[in-house]
């Protein structure tokens, strides 16, 4: 790969030399940057949804799609690079990163690594489910997924590609503000436990941390890190979203730079990761879908809205150039079993880990962004029953006393329902630093672990960034005083009272790695959990119609005329979307009649637009197609239209369609 660089800086040369610009006397920008974005959309209909562990929250259309929004960034220096990725997820699982490093590693050898391959995920709790290897993760699901697992693990492999093939001397710069009104403490009787607490004095995290990135004189994207859960929808919610943070990125781009996801590739790319957010709420009144508004779309608009417009003050606000080298630090650490040195402990004696157990408070969800599974081994039937036996066992008496205060109930860690061995990476880019957290980190504990690693480092504590949900999930990181507590959060802290400690410790390691540039052990190599394969979710056996109807036939026209604000509605004879899942596709347009000619105005991808599936009878299916004219939409006519496949029951071919309705116009 050195040869690649090395020519692009011949190239650059060659062209100031021709230019009369002597290459001597050229500043070369310190980087090679590029961006990438592509659809990582799973089953829209009859796939369990990720995050809130709801048995019957399963998909049943798209509000807007889900995307994965890399960035690739190369010290000219040294030849070192990172890839960073943003995926519109609830969380990374090893089954994501696995698949997607054999993917690129097909591609570009061994350019893209574990250690310098970041994978991170915003916490949408609106998306399928099924792709992890671990069977806690996949239980509400009813199993894994093959068909969510390809699309996440293709759609971030093509947006990596895209950032890859879109490398260009560039320059980064570094913003940062502060957002009060977008998050609330969820936890706060546990969050005044903290010693420490004063650092926030409104229980929350305010920072918004934005990295500019250009190339040449040319803005191409941004990342802004804020602490909130990504949780405005709520459980009773079945439409595929990227809810707040996902509206934030997609405002940003669409609505303020003009971006149109199906023409433009890859134009300006906004992500919106997360940072420290365990404890971090954006349901303001403490209720799941409240707050700021007693509506959950409204309330996803306005929560992604603030986190846009304070994004981009910071970003256009002083920045300090970002100047360093790339490097990172990555290794496995069995974080069940970790002996934790005494200065990180809050008794000042040397402390342990233990193995993985979920507690009861677990099982109750947060309150606030929505419960989980009430009566979760209570009338358990077939074939649900058969998910939960591997679990349905009892918890040794020395991991309850280390798990102490916990109730314990599963012991997940032991059947490896859940993983102990988990990997922890830092990233540095110039002077930032990026700690990537396999889990949900409070904001207390966000700040000790950023502290130890500040320290090891010699750097200002605001040079570090917690990175949460990335490169595997392995749920909540409290504090000690926090786990003593048992909320949702400390029930959900699978290794005990001394997590946060063990992560200061081992965190620490890797950043001593990175200041005296020696190489670390990599760790124990992560096994393959049992049961990885099962799948209870029946698949598409065939689509049926009514004799008298076709495959894209309307069902339901819309009206003759609508004023802008109004929603215009179609229905559609259809097929099962998991036919087709139409990745950087879609099942919708809404057209405008230009001088004669059909022109797309907007997708799936669009928040005016609606997908809505509906089985009637055993096989038939309708499509529900609906638009919310915009305020800015301009008069004339248009049309919805449709696009579906359908499985003949006979030989099993899938075939393509499309419908169209009558035009209408808009006055």
């Not at 030849?79 to 698949?99: H, P, S, T």
């Not at 400690?501 to 890797?510: C, N, R, S, T, V």
């Not at 004799?547 to 259809?574: D, I, K, M, N």
Request: hydrophobic share 35%.
């Amino acid at each position: 790969m050195r040869s690649t660089v090395t020519s692009v800086l011949a190239g650059l040369a060659g062209v100031l030399v021709l230019s009369g610009l002597p290459a001597a006397q050229a500043a070369p920008e310190p980087y090679l940057v590029g961006r990438g974005i592509s659809d990582v959309t799973g089953p829209a209909a009859e796939n369990g949804m990720m995050g809130y562990s709801k048995f019957d929250q399963k998909t049943t259309g798209i509000h807007q799609r889900q995307r994965s929004r890399a960035y690739v960034v190369v010290d000219r220096s040294s030849d070192k690079r990172v890839a960073y990725v943003n995926a519109d997820l609830a969380m990374i699982f090893r089954a994501v990163q696995e698949d997607v490093l054999a993917k690129l590693q097909a591609r570009y050898g061994t350019l893209y690594t574990r250690e310098n391959l970041l994978l991170s995920a915003t916490h949408t709790h609106a998306g399928p489910g099924g792709y992890s290897h671990n069977l806690a993760y996949n239980l509400s699901i009813l199993g894994m997924q093959p068909q969510t697992l390809t699309a996440i693990t293709d759609g971030i492999v093509e947006s990596v590609v895209e950032a890859h093939e879109d490398l260009k001397p560039g320059s980064l710069s570094l913003g940062r503000g502060e957002l009060t009104d977008a998050s609330v403490n969820r936890s706060r009787v546990a969050f005044e436990r903290n010693p420490d607490k004063g650092h926030f004095p409104n229980a929350i995290d305010p920072a918004m941390t934005v990295l500019r990135l250009r190339q040449g004189t040319t803005d191409v994207g941004a990342i802004s890190w804020f602490a909130t859960h990504n949780t405005s929808m709520t459980n009773a919610n079945t439409l595929i979203s990227p809810d707040n943070k996902g509206y934030a990125s997609y405002q940003w781009e669409h609505d303020d730079a003009g971006v149109r996801y199906l023409d433009d590739r890859p134009g300006f790319v906004a992500a919106f990761p997360n940072t420290n957010a365990g404890d971090m709420s954006p349901n303001l009144n403490l209720r799941p879908g409240s707050g700021p508004t007693e509506d959950e779309v409204e309330n996803t608009r306005i929560i992604g809205e603030r986190q846009n417009r304070a994004a981009q003050r910071v970003y256009r606000g002083p920045q300090t150039p970002v100047t360093g080298s790339v490097d990172y630090r990555m290794r496995f650490v069995d974080m069940g079993a970790v002996t934790v040195e005494g200065r990180y402990t809050t008794d000042g004696r040397a402390g342990r880990t233990c193995s993985g157990v979920v507690g009861a408070s677990t099982f109750a969800g947060s309150i606030e962004d929505g419960p989980a599974i009430p009566g979760f081994t209570e009338g358990m039937q077939s074939p649900i029953k058969t998910l939960l036996e591997p679990l349905n066992i009892e918890v040794p008496q020395w991991l309850k006393d280390c798990q102490y205060p916990k109730a314990s109930l599963v012991p997940t860690g032991l059947v490896q329902a859940t993983p102990d061995v988990l990997p922890l990476q830092i990233v540095k880019i110039g002077q930032l630093h990026l700690v990537a957290v396999p889990g949900e980190v409070t904001i207390v504990a966000g700040l000790r672990i950023r502290r130890s690693v500040a320290a090891e480092l010699g750097v200002p504590l605001e040079h570090v960034l917690i990175q949460g949900y990335a490169n595997d999930y392995s749920q909540y990181v409290t504090t000690p005083e926090e786990y003593d507590l048992q909320q949702y959060e400390g029930g959900s802290t699978l290794f005990g009272r001394n997590t946060t400690p063990a992560y200061q410790q081992e965190f620490g390691k890797l950043a001593a790695s990175l200041r005296t540039g020696t190489a670390l052990p990599p760790g124990p190599t992560p096994g393959k959990p049992p049961f990885t394969d099962l799948n209870l979710q029946t698949g598409v056996v065939f689509d049926d119609k009514a004799p008298w109807h076709t495959f894209g036939q309307v069902l339901t026209e819309p009206e003759a005329s609508y004023t802008r604000g109004q929603t215009a509605t179609a229905v559609f004879v259809t097929g099962h979307p998991k036919n087709n899942l139409r990745r950087n596709g879609t099942y919708l347009e809404v057209q405008r009649l230009v001088d004669g000619t059909w022109t797309r105005v907007a997708d799936d991808g669009d928040w005016s637009t609606r997908y809505r599936w509906q089985r009637q009878g055993i096989a038939n299916s309708e499509a529900t197609v609906t638009w919310t004219i915009p305020t800015g939409a301009p008069p004339g006519t248009y049309r919805l239209v449709h696009h579906g496949d359908w499985k003949s029951g006979w030989t099993g071919a899938i075939t393509p369609f499309t419908g169209a309705t009558r035009p209408f116009t808009v006055t």
